[in-house]
Nanobody, 123 residues
Framework: QVQLIESGGGLVQAGDSLRLSCTAS????????VGWFRQAPGKDREFVAA????????NHADSVKGRFTISRDSAKNTVYLQMNSLKPEDTAIYYC????????????????WGRGTQVTVSS
C-alpha cells in the first residue's frame, strides 16, 4: 500500500508563496499519477492539480491556473505544489493522493490519500 505524507503548509499572508511536498514511502510511487486536493471549512473537497506518472502531463483547476504549479521528482519520490500569489480563499487543508488512472480531477479514482497539511492565508 502506498503511503503519502504531505508537508510544507503554514500560515502566510495574501500574496505570499508556499511549496507543498507529498512524499511516498514506497518506490512504486513513480508509477502513479498524483493529485492535490483541498478542503476548506464547511466545504466539499475539491480538485487543485494533478500530474501524470511521468510528469509529462499536468492538470490544474481553473481557480489556481497561473498561480499554482504541480511537479514531481521521481528520484525523491516527491510531488510538489508550488503556490504563488496566495489568496485568503486558498485557505484549506491540502491533501495529496495517488491514482493509477492518470492526472484526472475526479476523486473517486484516487485510491491512496495522505492526511493533509493546513494552509492558512491571512488578508
Amino acid at each position: 500500500q502506498v503511503q503519502l505524507i504531505e508537508s510544507g503548509g503554514g500560515l502566510v499572508q495574501a500574496g505570499d508563496s508556499l511549496r507543498l511536498s507529498c512524499t511516498a514511502s514506497l518506490p512504486m510511487f513513480s508509477t502513479y499519477a498524483v493529485g492535490w486536493f483541498r478542503q476548506a471549512p464547511g466545504k466539499d473537497r475539491e480538485f487543485v492539480a494533478a500530474i501524470s506518472w511521468s510528469g509529462s502531463s499536468t492538470n490544474h483547476a481553473d481557480s489556481v491556473k497561473g498561480r499554482f504549479t504541480i511537479s514531481r521528482d521521481s528520484a525523491k519520490n516527491t510531488v510538489y505544489l508550488q503556490m504563488n500569489s496566495l489568496k485568503p480563499e486558498d485557505t484549506a487543508i491540502y491533501y495529496c493522493a495517488a491514482s493509477q488512472n492518470g492526472p484526472i480531477a475526479t476523486m473517486i479514482f484516487y485510491r491512496h490519500w495522505g492526511r493533509g497539511t493546513q494552509v492558512t492565508v491571512s488578508s
